[in-house]
């Protein structure tokens, strides 16, 4: 047990070092700089050369790139990102509370999500091949294959305009307490929960569906156990434990991967910074959030991993 643990902590260690190398040399090559960004074409066309030439220096951007890398990774290991290169503001300062904010959006939204999701995929299951399941797997299919853009524009149709029972766009500011930012997004949590019991209720019956048809359910039923027993006490666990990894790579992704769903409600998340550094070329805060959202994926897909090992006996062995 020990030794598969320290195992994937080290795996986690070698991946994260990876992926620190590929976003510095993905934000390297990245066309223009923050210097050009911030000039017009006139006015870098009426600065003298060497002018030009020393305000590179002076923001670091004529460094060599093995230069820059060692000194990015050894910020990384101090969680040390650096200051913006143009109003020289720390980094952590600026993505700290849309972090947070966009923390909070995913949290809200599995808290919602889950319940839902297992309650839809455990009836779905139970009930295989009847009318409850068919319109459950229709309605799944079709709520994850919709973009969530296009949800988001019909709730705001129906919601802010048709009946305007909720805001079209979210007007609480970055750092504002938790309970104003969602108080003020209800059709943004509503948007993402719609593809995520999607997505995650289809996890759900499939695993219920092979649990349900085993043969240690089989000989369960056979001693005379009740169903309800059966499908909640013994089935459920064993659905879960092979999705664990597909649900934690989600909420990872709900984390960083909600940008549309920010922009479209204008919550002040990850989103909106991320667009916002890459048109001002701002390296270093694209580089901070690109590598935390890969930091989130890699822990949660850890975590996974380990509650895998506590709970299945034979990947122990294994």
């Known amino acids: 047990m020990l030794i598969a643990i320290a195992r994937r902590l080290a795996l986690s260690l070698v991946t994260l070092f990876m992926l620190a190398v590929f976003v510095f040399v993905a934000t390297e090559i990245m066309p223009g700089d923050a210097l050009d ?3 017009s074409a006139d006015e870098i066309a009426m600065i003298p050369p060497e ?3 020393q305000m590179k220096r002076d923001l670091g951007l004529d460094r060599p790139a093995h230069e820059r890398l060692g000194a990015f990774l050894g910020g990384v290991v101090q969680l040390d990102f650096g200051r913006t ?5 720390p980094v952590t300062t600026i993505v700290g509370y849309p972090y947070r904010n966009s923390l909070i ?20 299951a139970v009930w295989r091949g009847r009318p409850i399941d068919n319109i459950v797997s229709t309605v799944a299919v079709i709520g994850y294959s919709i973009p969530e853009f296009v949800i988001g524009t019909v709730l705001v149709m129906l919601f802010a305009v048709t009946w305007p029972i909720f805001p079209a766009t979210i007007t609480a500011s970055t750092r504002d307490p938790a309970l104003t930012l969602l108080a003020a997004s209800p059709l943004a949590v509503a948007t993402v929960v719609i593809g995520s019991v999607a997505y995650l209720a289809r996890l759900v019956r499939t695993g219920m569906i092979e649990a349900l048809a085993s043969d240690f359910v089989e000989r369960l039923r056979l001693t005379g156990i009740p169903e309800w027993r059966i499908v909640f006490r013994h089935a459920l666990p064993a659905a879960i434990i092979p999705s664990l990894t597909a649900m934690a790579l989600y909420a990872a992704a709900l984390v960083s991967g909600i940008v549309v769903v920010e922009l479209v409600f204008a919550y002040p998340g990850l989103g909106q910074e991320l667009v916002r550094a890459v048109t001002r070329r701002e390296v270093h805060v694209v580089q901070a959030i690109a590598l935390g959202s890969a930091a989130i994926v890699v822990a949660l897909n850890l975590l996974a991993d380990l509650a895998i090992l506590a709970l299945d006996p034979r990947t122990r062995r294994a």
């Open 85 to 89: 290169l143009m109003s020289k503001t």
């Open 51 to 53: 002018r030009l030439a």
């Open 37 to 39: 960004v911030s000039l």
């Open 105 to 124: 959006l995913a949290a809200a939204v599995l808290l919602v999500a889950i319940p839902f999701a297992l309650a839809i995929g455990i009836a779905a």
